[in-house]
């Protein structure tokens, strides 16, 4: 969420908090290496600058897009749009906005360990200038996402495309960074074992997710919907992570990391925003930790050779592989390769050369009868994996 560069604070005189759950949050009396959930009330480029340099796994950004409105906005029944006009979204110029983003994107990148990420979301005014500052800076830009917004504000003058969607940068610290983190193979099985793209198709914050206050106006007027804030977190954090989140606003992050068990920190400027996001996020309650374990994927699985199923007795020499459909048979030998008449190699290559193909992953092409049905050696290496993280144990 976005924080103000002013002073000005907007203490709602009551926040309606719609959870349930226990929690809180207090700002330390020195910062240190052990700063975990708090929200820090000041400026963010000062507050950031406080960190420990290489202390966060995460950051999420949302600053103030610099909307450059134009006056009122009205509907067609002469109503008043509800619109970002906060002392917080005014900027002098393009200068004083570069500046800006210039300051706070290299003081969030000292903070980032080196394997670290950063996701920063923004629309057209500002998206573009926010990408090349960060390019500038060295970041390495992995992807851009879409959010296309299920239910946006319509274009009430009819002189332009609704905008129905916002961009977030998804962003290495640098082009040396190659082991950070991206959750690919929960994200595709919770897609239909489908890849996950970088179009999201998700409602803006509304109903009761949304924090009003008293009067029934909304706390902060570009709060984000958790859903989105649950799938950045998912994709490139793990349960323990810490996320910083310099434009905290009313704490969406906070609450969406304590709720998936990820350590936060926020800053932000505006005290009622502050207090706000305190409250709401102490009604969070953590899911089980069972239920937010990053899941195992097959680069962090030790490696196990087919010869180490020969070597631990689940497979014999002499015993014979086929396929599904029993069309193909090899031979086990000894030193774990496979022989099909004279032709000798590992279980891809043979695999490959009895269907006539290029390629072919052996471990779920052949299989080995095991009390009376055919098992794919993939199963009995899982086995062996399974058995070494118990030795570890």
């Given at each position: 969420m976005r924080t103000l560069r002013a002073g000005a604070s907007r203490?709602?005189?009551?926040?309606?908090?719609?959870?349930?759950?226990?929690?809180?949050?207090?700002?330390?009396?020195a910062i240190g290496p052990a700063l975990r959930d708090v929200i820090?009330?000041?400026?963010?480029?000062?507050?950031?600058?406080?960190?420990?340099?290489a202390s966060v796994d995460l950051v999420f950004?949302?600053?103030?897009?610099?909307?450059?409105?134009?006056?009122?906005?009205?509907?067609?029944?002469?109503?008043?749009?509800?619109?970002?006009?906060?002392?917080?979204?005014?900027?002098a110029g393009f200068a004083e906005y570069d500046a800006f983003t210039r300051a706070w994107l290299a003081a969030a990148r000292r903070a980032m360990k080196p394997n670290a990420t950063l996701v920063v979301i923004g629309s057209y005014h500002n998206i573009f200038r926010v990408g090349a500052i960060l390019q500038d800076l060295g970041f390495w830009i992995l992807n851009d996402i879409v959010w296309r917004k299920a239910n946006p504000m319509p274009n009430f003058r009819g002189r332009r495309f609704t905008n129905a969607h916002e961009t977030m940068i998804w962003a290495a610290r640098g082009p040396?960074?190659?082991?950070?983190?991206?959750?690919y193979e929960a994200l595709k099985a919770g897609n239909d074992d489908c890849q996950a793209r970088s179009d999201w198709f998700l409602p803006l914050c509304t109903g009761p997710e949304r924090l009003k206050d008293a009067s029934g106006r909304k706390t902060h007027p570009t709060q984000k919907p958790e859903a989105l804030l649950a799938r950045v977190l998912v994709a490139?954090?793990?349960?323990?992570?810490?996320?910083?989140?310099?434009?905290?606003?009313?704490?969406?992050?906070?609450?969406?990391?304590?709720?998936?068990?990820?350590?936060?920190?926020?800053?932000?400027?505006?005290?009622?925003?502050?207090?706000?996001?305190?409250?709401?996020?102490?009604?969070?309650?953590?899911?089980?930790?069972?239920?937010?374990?990053t899941?195992?994927?097959?680069?962090?699985?030790?490696?196990?050779?087919?010869?180490?199923?020969?070597e631990s007795g689940?497979?014999?020499?002499?015993?014979?592989?086929?396929?599904?459909?029993?069309?193909?048979?090899?031979?086990?030998?000894?030193d774990g390769m496979l022989a099909v008449g004279p032709a000798i190699g590992s279980?891809?290559?043979?695999?490959?050369?009895?269907?006539?193909?290029?390629?072919?992953?052996?471990?779920?092409?052949w299989h080995i009868v095991r009390e009376g049905r055919l098992t794919a050696i993939d199963d009995l290496r899982a086995d062996v994996r399974a058995s070494l993280r118990g030795a570890a144990e």
């Open positions: 203490l709602p005189a009551q926040i309606q908090v719609l959870r349930t759950g226990a929690g809180g949050t207090t700002r330390p009396a820090l009330v000041g400026d963010c480029v000062a507050e950031m600058e406080k960190l420990p340099a950004a949302d600053p103030p897009y610099n909307l450059q409105l134009e006056g009122a906005l009205s509907r067609p029944d002469q109503s008043l749009v509800d619109a970002v006009d906060d002392d917080w979204d005014k900027f040396e960074a190659k082991r950070y983190t991206f959750n490139a954090s793990n349960a323990g992570d810490l996320v910083l989140d310099p434009f905290f606003g009313t704490g969406t992050t906070g609450a969406v990391a304590r709720r998936l068990r990820r350590a936060y920190i926020g800053i932000e400027r505006d005290p009622g925003y502050a207090e706000a996001a305190r409250l709401r996020i102490a009604s969070v309650e953590p899911l089980a930790e069972e239920t937010v374990a899941a195992p994927t097959r680069r962090s699985e030790p490696r196990v050779a087919f010869a180490s199923l020969i689940r497979i014999e020499p002499g015993e014979r592989l086929v396929d599904l459909r029993s069309r193909h048979s090899a031979l086990v030998r000894a279980i891809h290559k043979i695999g490959a050369l009895v269907q006539g193909l290029p390629a072919c992953n052996g471990w779920t092409f």
